[in-house]
């Protein structure tokens, strides 16, 4: 059996990136992500067993990444939970604009695996939604916050109003200016749950 090289592994997740974000992923062929990667097309299957598992590699990856974000960022000695709270937004918005090719894909494509029932994402959603939510009782604990306000239906609220004006944005990237969207919403987030 051929022994994997990780950084033929890592051309061959950039090029899939690059493919899937401009054209696609149903009118991207593997041919073109191993081209594309500077690889054969056989030797692509040594690493990807299929388009499929390439999209649940970059997907996860993605939501991989913003776990280990949002945990470091919860950890941070000396953060008020507000200043936590605005560290979690800009997690988001960092990783969108820092890699928009990741992004578009992260908004447009993983209802595919999750609606062939390949992959279902909705723990891990669930699991930033929670650390998201850590903040929030922290914040309600040390009297920061509106002790009020009820952790779900804020937490569920703020995800859904964020994976809107992201879809919006991956629509559109070219219309819609993240950083003013990043800019705006922090105030809105924050006066909701001050005390």
Same mark, same amino acid.
């Given at each position: 059996?051929?022994?994997?090289?990780?950084?033929?592994?890592?051309?061959?997740? %950039?090029?899939?990136?690059?493919?899937?974000? %401009?054209?696609?992923?149903?009118?991207?062929?593997?041919?073109?992500?191993?081209?594309?990667?500077?690889?054969?097309?056989?030797?692509?299957?040594?690493?990807?067993?299929?388009?499929?598992?390439?999209?649940?590699?970059?997907?996860?990856?993605?939501?991989?990444?913003?776990?280990?974000?949002?945990?470091?960022?919860?950890?941070? !000695?000396?953060?008020?939970?507000?200043?936590?709270?605005?560290?979690?937004?800009?997690?988001?918005?960092?990783?969108?604009?820092?890699?928009?090719?990741?992004?578009?894909?992260?908004?447009?494509?993983? %209802?595919?695996?999750?609606?062939?029932?390949?992959?279902? $994402?909705?723990?891990?959603?669930?699991?930033?939604?929670?650390?998201?939510?850590?903040?929030?009782? !922290?914040?309600?604990?040390?009297?920061?916050?509106?002790? %009020?306000?009820?952790?779900?239906?804020?937490?569920?609220?703020? $995800?859904?109003?964020?994976?809107?004006?992201?879809?919006?944005?991956?629509?559109?990237?070219?219309?819609?200016?993240?950083?003013?969207?990043?800019?705006?919403?922090?105030?809105?987030?924050?006066?909701?749950?001050?005390?």
């Amino acid at each position: 059996m051929r022994k994997k090289d990780p950084e033929k592994q890592e051309a061959i997740l %950039h090029s899939a990136v690059r493919i899937f974000a %401009h054209q696609g992923y149903h009118v991207a062929k593997m041919s073109k992500i191993a081209e594309d990667a500077g690889v054969a097309a056989g030797s692509l299957y040594l690493y990807f067993k299929n388009k499929e598992s390439l999209l649940e590699e970059v997907i996860d990856a993605t939501w991989e990444d913003m776990r280990r974000r949002y945990e470091h960022s919860i950890q941070a !000695e000396g953060l008020s939970p507000a200043q936590k709270l605005v560290a979690l937004i800009d997690i988001v918005f960092d990783l969108f604009m820092d890699d928009p090719d990741r992004a578009i894909i992260f908004v447009n494509e993983q %209802h595919h695996l999750e609606q062939k029932g390949i992959v279902d $994402f909705s723990t891990k959603k669930e699991m930033l939604l929670n650390l998201g939510a850590q903040v929030i009782q !922290e914040g309600v604990s040390r009297g920061d916050f509106d002790p %009020h306000i009820d952790i779900m239906i804020f937490k569920e609220f703020i $995800f859904g109003g964020l994976h809107q004006v992201l879809n919006l944005w991956a629509l559109q990237p070219e219309q819609v200016d993240l950083d003013k969207i990043r800019k705006a919403l922090k105030p809105i987030i924050l006066n909701s749950i001050a005390k």
